[in-house]
């Protein structure tokens, strides 16, 4: 009896040792994470996400300015938009690193969304600062240009024009070559909003200003949202309100920076198919292109010999 004991034993000992090769879920999955890739979230940037990114490439930075409901996310979103169409304003996409962020936004105002008017959704203040990243082709030189373009809550900046003193806790307009500031043209074509518009948007810019913070050579840019709005019976009279106020804008800021005045339609279906105005000359001022000159007005000195020739095709590449 005792030696069968000892066999039987002997049988579950070698079938205990086959289910150590047996694997666990647990290990199989761990193995299978083990061979998964972790791409990047492709959302917004965060401000340590934006000095990762400036530490390897050169971007120019785009401090984007204004109250809630002013049109500052539908502004970038278009822009981004008129890339999915193709080339636009003599320039190709290349690259974004935020690009479901571009489509997280942008997704509303799309026919898949099944809303019956087109919307952008709103910024939460809880977000806090975040970056869209864009980089685009030069369609004449080749050469790429990346863009990080600033997104945070219309309150914050309300805060910024009721509290000058809060504007030196906006990280964004240290290290901006251009500070865009966005007036709501839907306020400008209604009368009795207009002046409260214009205030509120000369207070915020006294506001960054006097903080001292911006470099020498910024550029301030005063860009006007919805001018589709101003067709009525008193454009006339708009216009020349609009135009008054970026006058004395440009007075007040023509010692301390350089100052532009952009109008803009971000979103205007009676276009057909091209719904913007204006984005495409706004985007080519960000990155800062000269306009190539013609063949005509380029003096190509006199070539007497081949080496001459040669020199010539080296230092016009």
Same mark, same amino acid.
């Given at each position: ?7 039987? $034993? ?40 934006? $000095? ?102 219309g309150e914050t900046y309300r805060e910024v024009r009721d509290n000058p003193e809060s504007a030196e806790e906006l990280l964004e307009i ?106 495409d000359v706004l985007l080519r001022s960000w990155l800062n292109m000269a306009k190539p000159k013609l063949k005509s007005e380029i003096n ?18």
């Amino acid at each position: 009896m005792s030696v069968i004991n000892s066999s039987d $034993d002997a049988i579950d000992h070698e079938e205990e040792d086959l289910d150590v090769f047996e694997t666990t879920q647990s290990q199989s999955e761990s193995s299978q994470d083990s061979l998964l890739t972790k791409l990047p979230s492709s959302m917004l940037l965060t401000v340590a996400d934006a $000095d990762s990114f400036l530490r390897w490439r050169d971007a120019t930075i785009i401090a984007v300015i204004g109250e809630r409901n002013g049109g500052k996310t539908t502004l970038l979103t278009e822009i981004y938009n008129q890339f999915l169409r193709g080339s636009y304003a003599d320039t190709s996409f290349c690259h974004s690193r935020t690009l479901l962020g571009f489509e997280e936004k942008s997704f509303p105002s799309r026919a898949d969304s099944r809303l019956t008017r087109p919307d952008t959704p709103r910024t939460s203040v809880q977000d806090g600062l975040r970056f869209f990243h864009l980089a685009v082709l030069d369609k004449i030189d080749f050469k790429r240009r990346d863009l990080l373009i600033t997104e945070r809550a219309g309150e914050t900046y309300r805060e910024v024009r009721d509290n000058p003193e809060s504007a030196e806790e906006l990280l964004e307009i240290r290290k901006a070559a251009y500070i865009v500031f966005i007036l709501d043209g839907e306020r400008v074509a209604d009368f009795r909003r207009r002046a409260e518009a214009f205030s509120s948007v000369r207070g915020m810019i006294k506001s960054v200003i006097e903080t001292q913070n911006i470099e020498n050579k910024i550029e301030i840019q005063l860009v006007t949202t919805k001018c589709d709005l101003f067709e009525s019976d008193q454009k006339h009279r708009i216009i020349l309100a609009l135009e008054t106020f970026e006058q004395q804008l440009a007075e007040m800021l023509s010692v301390k920076c350089n100052f532009k005045a952009h109008r803009t339609i971000a979103r205007n279906p009676k276009l057909g198919v091209r719904t913007t105005e204006g984005l495409d000359v706004l985007l080519r001022s960000w990155l800062n292109m000269a306009k190539p000159k013609l063949k005509s007005e380029i003096n190509v000195p006199l070539l007497e010999s081949e080496f001459d020739k040669l020199f010539f095709r080296r230092e016009s590449k």
